[in-house]
């Protein structure tokens, strides 16, 4: 049940954008306090807009975390930037995330026009403090500009180690307008079970295969059996190529037998039960350049 608010809470939608691997799915998973957004090393992780629920008392944080903007290769790229843009004109505050590590780029300023271009406020986060060269100073110049120019607030803060997040929180709040719970209290994402192991399946995929195997993989859960000693899962890797389907059976199934065993270990964090996992790998030629099955994937362009 949702609960009525209390007088003087506040609540509201924040959008994580960024360029892609800036770490906008780590810091979501920090600030929630569980990991229901997948990350890997690779570019353009994420895919789905993905709603992660933070309830303190005095508020509700639902973050959407966002694809990466990027110039768009194929169908499917278009999908996620069209998406992550849509995103920015339906939060009620934007948290541009920028890596501290590099010097302002020419992707953060093509974000930062097109956020200059809408009304909601924008707050711009550096994220990877704690990975920092010793001539910060420069980058941080670089992105002081960038904000002041739009005058927009700047707060300095690692995803990884939660440094300066509990100032983040407190940051974003003041951002937020009275209102009510959008959410019980004790959820902390929108997304069913099944979408959460389908991207903890696809985040093995992309650590155990680099670059072999980058993003021509999507994952569809085929069948969930529960019972009070074990829950079954039946899922399909889809791939684009024969030359990938060998690569992530790998050696006698070695490759897949991993992606398996080290899935099923999240999905069981996830569940707090024990897992049962049985994997296929489909070849599904050209599915990133077709609208039948990028929504049969589940991804669409939202509204």
């Not at 406020?121 to 990975?131: H, R, T, Y």
């Not at 060269?133 to 500009?145: G, H, T, V």
């Not at 039946?234 to 684009?240: C, G, K, P």
């Amino acid at each position: 049940m949702v609960p009525q608010a209390p007088p003087g809470f506040k609540s509201g939608f924040i959008g994580i954008i960024g360029r892609p691997n800036v770490g906008k799915s780590t810091l979501m998973n920090q600030l929630v306090g569980q990991k229901i957004a997948i990350t890997s090393p690779v570019a353009q992780t994420t895919r789905n807009r993905l709603r992660g629920i933070l309830t303190t008392k005095e508020a509700q944080l639902i973050f959407v975390d966002t694809p990466g903007i990027h110039k768009p290769h194929h169908q499917l790229g278009e999908v996620l930037v069209k998406n992550a843009k849509i995103a920015i004109e339906s939060v009620d505050v934007v948290l541009f995330v920028v890596d501290a590590t590099t010097i302002c780029g020419a992707g953060d300023r093509y974000i930062a026009d097109l956020l200059a271009r809408s009304s909601t406020p924008v707050i711009l986060g550096l994220n990877k403090i704690d990975e920092q060269p010793s001539d910060f100073l420069k980058i941080d110049a670089s992105y002081a500009q960038l904000a002041s120019s739009q005058q927009w607030q700047t707060i300095k803060f690692s995803a990884k180690t939660g440094a300066g997040l509990p100032e983040l929180q407190q940051l974003l709040i003041q951002h937020l307008e009275p209102g009510p719970y959008y959410y019980p209290p004790d959820l902390v994402t929108d997304q069913p079970e099944r979408f959460i192991m389908g991207e903890l399946i696809r985040e093995q995929i992309l650590l155990l295969t680099r670059e072999e195997v980058p993003h021509s993989v999507a994952v569809s859960i085929d069948q969930v059996q529960e019972t009070p000693t074990v829950t079954r899962i039946l899922a399909t890797i889809h791939v684009e190529r024969d030359s990938q389907k060998g690569i992530l059976i790998g050696k006698g199934g070695s490759m897949l037998k991993a992606i398996g065993s080290a899935a099923r270990e999240q999905i069981q964090k996830l569940i707090a039960g024990k897992v049962y996992l049985e994997l296929f790998v489909k070849v599904q030629p050209k599915w990133r350049q077709s609208r039948i099955h990028l929504a049969e994937f589940g991804y669409r362009v939202e509204e």
